[in-house]
């Protein structure tokens, strides 16, 4: 028995394992106790690590279609297809004919960012999509446009802060989203017992909002006009205090004068939340000895998402809590890939989408815009499409259209580990080998901790014969594609490589050596300020009125106070045992009740005529779904919310403990029209439905 230390990849908590393993199985897989990050939390998902080692679904060899039919072929065989049926669109149609689409799991290891321009850098394409639109851009965009890059992304101080405003966020069951916080329940508590308050902003009583001192229900798609409200009621009352970083503002009053008109008591009639209570909580902020305003999914996948999460900012600056010890803070990573030679800062409208016109941002368009691209006829139609560790079908807006999209396609590789919703669709699959049968460190998690801290992951079972990493596998098929198009082939340092070079250039002067010398890992101490010399703006100021954020500001007096508010909207949510939609091949993580219900208030409930446990139709404008209704008061009145991620009763998908557990998918009736304007961000949150009995 031999007991291996690293950390989980599954989700952003980056949780430290101890992996007990036994002539190559694994026996046991604990918290490790001695990670001075995690300190030995563990949820559900890691224990499933060792389900996703054994799952009997998970492909090993190189998978190639033929009609409905799938066969095992060798690399060399794959990568010679994969480049001929790419180059084939490319040389008749242009290289904006073919798309590329990199899922979440794309973070989660490194090969994948190391070594994804070996390949995708040969495609010269405009039609960049990835899961960055579905969750986060509005988020990533405040960091260019404010801070002059887009992963220089303030981080809430949970451990010093002494008022936690949180909008649309549910760490106990993420575990933390853009803010990288393993074992979030104690460092909440601690924040009580310190005599802190935890407040959260959100139309369901989450598992988190059942353990603030305040939570407040608020209207899906209305957190605009709250934090208006609070930002107005700062300016009036004379609490606006920027302290040390005032000089460093530019836009800041331009910004604060046009906010000042959205009153609490206007931002009440539309949130729904008392104008009293939004001057409190504002006044409460703003004495509070250290305070942080934090939003994640409920605020970005909405039709005000870059709206929020600007205005989070504009919270945070007014009240002096930006950079602040406490506050709001950015962090100093190991190896810093904002640093990195090649880091892009981001970029927004360079061109836009050519059916919908919809705007380039970080140089990718939104996958909202992804379907109609391949539907629709002309030059520049989407023909073929590489994705890499992601499943669009489930996981975005209009999933019934893109699958009509994908159906249409010339040619299509996926690389991933399963036949599911999207790869089946595919002419071929490429699975690389599994988390644990490869190193990794954590390049983006890092960067978004609560602490600066640094650790190598080793890899704890062999790699099987003839099996490849991920970065292996991209750069194979770079180096066959190459050729068919005329190129070089990018040649890259190994990962290890790459890593040794920026710990050794980074701020702690570190190495792969004293990575590996500390086996549950390094603190490297709290978050500190590093205003204004860590910025990376060009004159080292912060942009408090980016154009783009005023001129959808001038446009709210139509589009969040005109107008009358949906009778129903529907709002989605997440479980701990759950991961996106790719973690329900694993009987330990979908076991117990049936999690895919439609949960509704008691009081809609009894007004509509359903009854506990009812199937129910529910109607968007794209489309519907039957699903079983469940009565909670958990949702608001007019609120409905259905699970993301199921749906897994597809035909042709290999999925054999999901198809069992099918669900629903909410993506069925997600609208690919309703999107954040600014960005493009899929508005998964406070969509119009219906709901109505089945007849028969």
Known sequence: MTTHYRACNLCEAICGLAIEVEDDRIVAIRGDAADPFSRGHICPKAVALQDIQNDPDRLHAPMRRDGDRWHEIGWDEAFAHAANGIAAVIQAQGGDAVATYQGNPSVHNWGLMTHAAAYLGLIRTRNRYSATSVDQLPFQLAGFWMYGHQLLLPIPDIDRTGYFLMLGANPLVSNGSLMTVPDVAKRLRALQARGGRLVVIDPRRTETAAVADEHHFIRPGTDAAFLLGLLSTLAGEGLVRTGRLGPHLDGFELALARIVPFTAERAAAICGIPAGEIRRIARAFAAAPGAVCYGR???????????????????????????????????????DIIGAPGSRPGSYGRWTSRVGGRPEALGELPV???????????????RALVTIAGNPVLSTPNGRQLERGLAGLDFMVSIDPYLNETTRHADLILPPTSALERDHYDMTFNLLAVRNVARWNPVILPKPDGALDDWQILEGLGAALAPALGQEPKRLPKPVRMLDAGLRAGPYGLSLDALQAAPHGLDLGP??????????TADKRIQCAPLPLLAALDRLEETLFGGIAPELVLIGRRHVRSNNSWMHNFARLVKGKPRCRLLMHPQDLGRYGFTEGQRVRVTSRIGSLDVEVAGTDEVMPGVVSLPHGWGHSREGVALGVAQAHAGVSVNDLTDDAFVDAVSGNAALNGLPVAVAAIAG
């Open 297 to 335: 999914m409920g605020v970005s996948t909405q039709v005000h998402g870059s709206l929020c999460q600007w205005l989070i900012q504009l919270v945070n600056i007014a009240t002096g809590n930006l950079d602040q010890v406490g506050g709001a803070l950015v962090t100093k990573p190991a190896f």
């Open 368 to 382: 909202a815009a992804l379907a109609e691209e391949m539907l629709t006829p002309g030059p520049g139609q989407i």
């Open 527 to 536: 978050l500190e300020p590093s205003f204004p010399d860590r910025l990376a």
